[in-house]
C-alpha cells in the first residue's frame, strides 16, 4: 500500500506563517527522503492557523526543493478560479517537473462565506458550477483542439484528482473518470463503502482506465501511546477554537491543551471528529492505517500530521515510514 502526506502548513502559536512555510518545505525534502509517494498541499483562506493560501506558489518551491516525490494540490478550490487559469497553472507545474505533478480538485470554499465572496470575481461563488468547471478544465488540459491553446505544453499534462469528502464528490469522481481522494479527516461519519459507491460509478478514459482511491486521515505516531495522544491533543484543542470561532485557532502546546477544561458537549465533538485517527505507537498506527484501507477498500493512504513541535511531526513520519518499511529515495 503506497503512503502519501498531505501537509496544511500548520501555524503555532509563538511562530509565523514564515515559519511554516519553511516548515512544509523540510517536510517535504524529508519524507521524501523516507519514501513517501507523494506531498500535496492544501489551499485555505483567513485562518490564522494554517499558512497555505496559494497551493501552486507553494508546489513550485517544493517541486524545487525535492526531485522525485510527486507533488500536488489537495487541492485548488477550482470554484474561485477561472478554469482556463488553473489548466495553464497545471500546465507550468507540470513542464517544471515533468511526471511528479498531480491536480487535485476541491468543491468546497476553503474558507467561511465572506472569503468566499472576496475570493470571487463579482462576488458571487458558484460551486454549483463545479461538475462544469471539471469538464472543461479536462478539455483544456488534454483536448489538442481545445481554443484557446493553454501554454506552455509538458512532456506530460498533471494527473488530475478529485477530492471529496460526500457522496456527491464520489459520484463526480466517477464520472469524470479520475483517481478520487477521500478526505475522512474532514468526515469521519461517512459509510465506508463510499468508494466502492465511486468505484461503481466509475467511467474509464484513455488517462484513468481503472478506478484509483486514496484516503486521506488525521496521524500522530510516537514512541509511546500516551506520547502520541498528548502530541494529537495540541491539534485537537486548536481545531476546536476553529470551529467554535472561540480562542486562538494556531497549534497550541502540548502543555495548554491539557490544561483546556473541556465540556462533555467538546469532548464529545473531539472524539467524534477523531473517530478514525490514526494516534499512537507505529505499530498501532500501522494496523490502524490497514484496517481503514481495509475497511474503505482504499488503495492508497495519504496522512495527515499536525503538531506543535515541528521535531515531533518529522518523528511521526519517520516512525511511520519504518513501521510500513518504506524504501528512501523512491
Keep these: 500500500m503506497l503512503l502519501s502526506v498531505l501537509d496544511q502548513s500548520p501555524i503555532r502559536q509563538g511562530g509565523s506563517a514564515h515559519q511554516a512555510l519553511q516548515e512544509t518545505l523540510e517536510l517535504a525534502q524529508f519524507t521524501e527522503a523516507l519514501g513517501y509517494h507523494r506531498f500535496w498541499v492544501s489551499e485555505h483562506h483567513s485562518t490564522d492557523a494554517l499558512a497555505g493560501s496559494s497551493p501552486e506558489v507553494l508546489l513550485a518551491a517544493i517541486g524545487q526543493a525535492t526531485s522525485t516525490i510527486r507533488i500536488g494540490s489537495g487541492g485548488i478550490m477550482l470554484p474561485h478560479y477561472s478554469p482556463f487559469k488553473v489548466a495553464e497553472l497545471a500546465s507550468t507545474l507540470a513542464s517544471l517537473f515533468p511526471d511528479r505533478v498531480d491536480l487535485g480538485l476541491g468543491r468546497a470554499p476553503g474558507t467561511d462565506m465572506i472569503s468566499a465572496r472576496a475570493l470571487s470575481i463579482d462576488g458571487e461563488p458558484r460551486f454549483e458550477q463545479f461538475p462544469q468547471q471539471v469538464t472543461d478544465l479536462q478539455s483544456m488540459l488534454f483536448d489538442p483542439q481545445f481554443k484557446p491553446q493553454v501554454n506552455p505544453k509538458p512532456p506530460s499534462p ?113 472524539d467524534q471528529r477523531s473517530a478514525h485517527a490514526a494516534v499512537g505507537t507505529p505499530e498501532q498506527v500501522r494496523d490502524k492505517l490497514f484496517q481503514l484501507a481495509e475497511d474503505f477498500n482504499a488503495d492508497e493512504i495519504m496522512t495527515v500530521t499536525i503538531t506543535y513541535d515541528f521535531e515531533a511531526r518529522k518523528r511521526s513520519y519517520q516512525l511511520l515510514a519504518e513501521a510500513f518499511a518504506l524504501t528512501g529515495g523512491q
Design 158 to 270: 498533471a494527473t488530475v484528482w478529485m477530492l471529496g469528502s460526500s457522496p456527491d464528490s464520489a459520484i463526480l469522481a466517477g464520472q469524470q473518470g479520475l483517481p478520487y481522494n477521500f478526505a475522512l479527516f474532514i468526515n469521519p461519519h461517512m459509510d465506508t463503502r463510499i468508494l466502492d459507491y465511486y468505484r461503481q460509478q466509475f467511467a474509464a478514459t484513455e488517462r484513468q482506465e481503472k478506478p484509483y482511491t486514496s484516503l486521506t486521515v488525521n496521524v500522530v505516531c510516537a514512541d509511546t501511546e500516551e506520547q502520541a495522544k498528548r502530541l494529537a491533543l495540541s491539534r485537537q484543542i486548536s481545531f476546536l477554537r476553529f470551529a467554535t470561532g472561540t480562542g486562538d485557532s494556531r497549534i497550541c502546546t502540548p502543555e495548554e491543551a491539557e490544561a483546556v477544561q473541556l465540556s462533555s458537549d467538546e469532548r464529545a465533538f473531539i
